[in-house]
């Protein structure tokens, strides 16, 4: 549990710094950006030769080791919570380097997202067993090439509309990473490679990073951030309890949903404090 939770918060700090980077180099493309095939690969490398997207880039992997600890040490609601706390440092790092101020809600907030952690940290139980489930595996195949269909479709508009679904969208890919390293068997390296968790994991990943890339050229990192945590962190913890039988300790219900729910709601107030704003990051590559 120590071990899992100090994995989850460490990987929440390297998100939380590479959200900041991710907007600054993903606004530095031109905003004309779709998930289109034919235009995919121009878009990626455009994105490559931005400093701050690769510096992103960087830190999400590494992010993603230390979440992977985390995924396979605790129950999945625990692991996305700890991750929820990103938000907390990209908005403390903004107060101090730019130049940023947190309103007493923000404050609240913050304060909102540590004691809604800490309460569900006290509340989990042991995590459910990594077991094969084909019906979860299928249902994660069906969703990715759903959540890319959509994604095309919704990178066409440069509408507010879209920034929020492609923050949605992206927060499902981000889902299906959580739940396909849950779902990796511990086994031989020829089963590993035989699982087809192993391909949706890098898969979910990319695509939700791109995702996301084209929902913060759009609109603000509020707009595009609020819907992809909250399915980031609610649609695993869901599948975690509900499908992969993720304990709560006995009596401790209570104490584990208002965790959640102050966790949750901590978070969708802190998005609304926009750490990179539009006019402030200068256009063009």
Request: net charge neutral; charged share 10%.
């Amino acid at each position: 549990m120590v071990l899992g939770l100090s994995a989850a918060l460490g990987a929440a700090v390297l998100f939380g710094i590479g959200a900041i980077l991710q907007a600054v180099g993903s606004r530095k493309v031109p905003t004309e950006s779709e998930l289109d095939p034919r235009r995919l690969g121009g878009f990626v490398v455009a994105l490559l030769k931005q400093p701050a997207f690769l510096g992103a880039l960087a830190l999400n992997l590494a992010g993603f080791g230390l979440h992977f600890v985390a995924l396979r040490l605790l129950p999945l609601y625990l692991a996305q919570a700890g991750i929820a706390v990103s938000l907390v440092v990209t908005a403390l790092l903004a107060t101090r380097l730019m130049s940023d101020r947190l309103s007493a809600l923000e404050w609240s907030a913050v304060i909102g997202v540590c004691v809604g952690l800490g309460l569900l940290a006290v509340a989990a139980g042991d995590a459910g067993d990594s077991a094969q489930h084909h019906g979860l595996t299928i249902g994660i195949i069906v969703g990715l090439v759903t959540i890319a269909v959509l994604g095309a479709v919704a990178s066409r508009s440069q509408h507010g509309v879209s920034t929020a679904l492609l923050g949605m969208l992206a927060g499902l890919g981000y889902a299906g990473v959580a739940i396909s390293a849950r779902l990796l068997q511990d086994g031989s390296l020829s089963e590993l490679v035989r699982s087809p968790t192993l391909y949706t994991l890098p898969i979910s990943g990319a695509l939700a990073f791109i995702l996301y890339s084209l929902a913060l050229q759009r609109g603000s990192v509020t707009l595009a951030t609020t819907p992809m945590i909250a399915l980031q962190t609610i649609t695993p913890a869901a599948v975690g309890v509900f499908v992969l039988d993720d304990a709560v300790r006995a009596g401790w219900w209570p104490a584990a949903i208002i965790g959640f729910l102050l966790s949750a709601a901590g978070s969708v107030i802190l998005v609304r404090f926009e750490s990179v704003k539009p006019q402030d990051v200068p256009a063009g590559p």
